[in-house]
């Protein structure tokens, strides 16, 4: 018997107010896959992201965890099912060491009553463990966080969430304020976790970024679903196509080129 997908949305929508922010959009993650969003600023990428991870709530259609229809009332409630979510905008302490970082929140213990206190040691090597178990490298995990690129403090994370149990991993646009090779490392670390079994949920606005190492397409435009693919039902050539907008370019190319002035030839 085939398990079932980690997450699966089926025809979800979403409204605030009058304004219809998601409508009938269907999508699903399964272990060890990735499951690319594309879309521009106002796609309704955000929109999906929350109701995924337990931020808001869907008003139609379905959202299942492993099977179960749920319905979370917090992020709280996503993680304790096992989705973790990365932020863009991460939540570190650039200040602190990385393995503080790490552990934010979750500090490791030793000792009790007025004994208690932080289990240093054992933070450092898991830290650097895990670090290593995701192909990162660091030579010091004691040295401050923010020392580090953009695209080491997004893998951090990552391999943050996978320690801490992440079935499913939500990654909004970890690339996108990164140049080319930090880009590069951040998506090699995106397989590192496919290859570990977790479900990836990669919201980029790059089909360049997405096609590389996506296992599925959902492409959304002002809310709705233009395209739900797998890999082998699309190219990285029409994949580009849906996300500027297909026809609507090419209207718009005709459109320009019948509108451009021919430059006219100076007199002989």
Known sequence: MTAPPLVRLDRAGKRYGNIIALREVSMEVGAGEV??????NGAGKSTLIKIIAG???HDTGTYEVEGEPVRFTSPRDA?????????????????????????????VRKGRGPFSRLDVNYMRKTTKAELAAMGIDLRDVDQPIGTLSGGERQCVAIARAVYFGAKVLILDEPT?????????????YIVQARERG?????????????YPVGDRFLILNRGRSIG?????????????T????????????HKLERTTPTPERNPT
């Open 242 to 253: 849906l996300m500027a907008g297909g026809a609507e370019l090419e209207e718009l190319t």
């Open 35 to 40: 499951t690319c969003v594309l879309g521009d």
């Open 79 to 107: 993680l304790a099912r096992g989705i973790a979510t990365v932020y863009q905008d991460l939540a570190v302490v650039p200040l602190m060491p990385v393995w503080r970082n790490f552990f934010l929140g979750s500090e």
């Open 198 to 210: 977790l479900g990836v949920v990669f919201i980029t606005h790059n089909p360049h970024h997405a």
């Open 228 to 240: 739900y693919h797998t890999k082998d039902e699309i190219t990285r050539e029409d994949l580009t």
């Open 55 to 57: 931020l808001h709530q």
């Open 176 to 188: 996108a304020a990164l140049g080319v090779k930090q880009a590069g490392v951040v998506l090699r």
